[in-house]
């Protein structure tokens, strides 16, 4: 993803990193910086491929996905033959 200015690019290293990398288009070849680490980034595994990151415009803050845990497992329940049921 891109800083709003272009100047700057982020992307997710295969190491779960976010990276950034310079950006400069003032001349007539677009030069990039080496990327530099800055953070292990709390990805969903197996969703490498799907964008689970923003960017602020300025680079400077990042929202991610996250998977809720939830300590109260979830049921539902399955009304078979419910038709017979409106006859009582």
């Given at each position: 993803?891109?800083?709003?200015?272009?100047?700057e690019?982020?992307?997710?290293?295969?190491?779960?990193?976010?990276?950034?990398?310079?950006?400069?288009?003032?001349?007539?070849?677009?030069?990039v910086?080496?990327?530099?680490?800055?953070?292990?980034?709390?990805v969903?595994?197996?969703?490498?491929?799907?964008?689970?990151?923003?960017?602020?415009a300025?680079?400077?803050?990042?929202?991610?996905?996250?998977?809720?845990?939830?300590?109260?497992?979830?049921?539902?329940?399955?009304?078979?033959?419910w038709?017979?049921?409106?006859?009582?």
């Open positions: 993803m891109w800083r709003s200015d272009g100047r690019l982020f992307f997710l290293s295969a190491a779960n990193e976010l990276m950034a990398a310079d950006v400069q288009t003032d001349g007539a070849t677009p030069k910086s080496t990327p530099r680490a800055l953070f292990v980034a709390p969903l595994n197996g969703y490498f491929n799907r964008r689970q990151y923003g960017v602020s300025d680079g400077q803050r990042f929202l991610f996905n996250a998977r809720i845990e939830d300590s109260i497992p979830r049921t539902f329940k399955v009304i078979l033959n038709p017979a049921l409106l006859n009582r």
